[in-house]
T-cell receptor, first 109, second 116 residues
Framework: AQRVTQPEKLLSVFKGAPVELKCNYS??????LFWYVQYSRQRLQLLLRHISRESIKGFTADLNKGETSFHLKKPFAQEEDSAMYYC???????????FGAGTRLAVHP | DGGITQSPKYLFRKEGQNVTLSCEQN?????MYWYRQDPGQGLRLIYYSQIVNDFQKGDIAEGYSVSREKKESFPLTVTSAQKNPTAFYLC???????????????FGPGTRLTVL
């Protein structure tokens, strides 16, 4: 079954500390993976996609097919990074997204 | 902040009543989606529509119904058959996915439904 697992409900760090939000997936075939973010009082929005291999707001994520992981990393967390983060993968041929349960990142001053 | 809108923001309903949530988009997107968001469970797909007059069930369609009579609109009806309807409902839209591309889904602000 296709599944996305985010093992941490809450990740709490201090400003300037490194951040790693974990995401593991199960998918038969070549997955397309994404990170979505929801800041307080804002809409859910796309943060980055693995196929672009880009860095957005200092965040990067590398697809590791051997470990079936797509962890989101940032070397130095900022208070404005505090948000809910969802890992997701595309299922099938119709742009259907399967989401993980989400991890709340809290960055303290 | 247009693009995709949902109304109302908050909705209260008595048990046994049907209720319809509105979703409108002016992005000229072919595809639209309804998700349910519950604490600790992420987003789960209820229904999706790739084109006008066509829609498919998602993972948790029981107790819900949709229509897609216009490209801009994809209303969701929560029926009395839905056993646990209290949740946050998100609508999204995207362009139609090509064979080798992903079309970003754009989300609305959501509707919080509470059953009294």
């Amino acid at each position: 079954a296709q599944r996305v697992t985010q093992p941490e409900k809450l990740l709490s760090v201090f400003k300037g500390a490194p951040v790693e939000l974990k995401c593991n997936y199960s998918y038969s075939g070549s997955p397309e993976l994404f990170w979505y973010v929801q800041y307080s009082r804002q809409r859910l929005q796309l943060l980055l996609r693995h196929i672009s291999r880009e860095s957005i707001k200092g965040f990067t994520a590398d697809l590791n097919k051997g470990e079936t992981s797509f962890h989101l990393k940032k070397p130095f967390a900022q208070e404005e990074d505090s948000a809910m983060y969802y890992c997701a993968l595309i299922s099938g041929g119709y742009n259907k997204l399967i989401f993980g349960a989400g991890t709340r990142l809290a960055v303290h001053p | 902040d247009g693009g995709i809108t949902q109304s109302p923001k908050y909705l209260f309903r008595k048990e046994g009543q049907n209720v319809t949530l509105s979703c409108e988009q002016n992005l000229n997107h072919d595809a639209m989606y309804w998700y349910r968001q519950d604490p600790g469970q992420g987003l789960r797909l209820i229904y999706y529509s790739q084109i006008v007059n066509d829609f498919q069930k998602g993972d948790i369609a029981e107790g819900y119904s949709v229509s897609r009579e216009k490209k801009e609109s994809f209303p969701l009806t929560v029926t009395s058959a839905q056993k646990n309807p209290t949740a946050f409902y998100l609508c999204a839209s995207s362009g139609t996915r090509g064979p080798n591309s992903y079309n970003e889904q754009f989300f609305g602000p959501g509707t919080r439904l509470t059953v009294l």
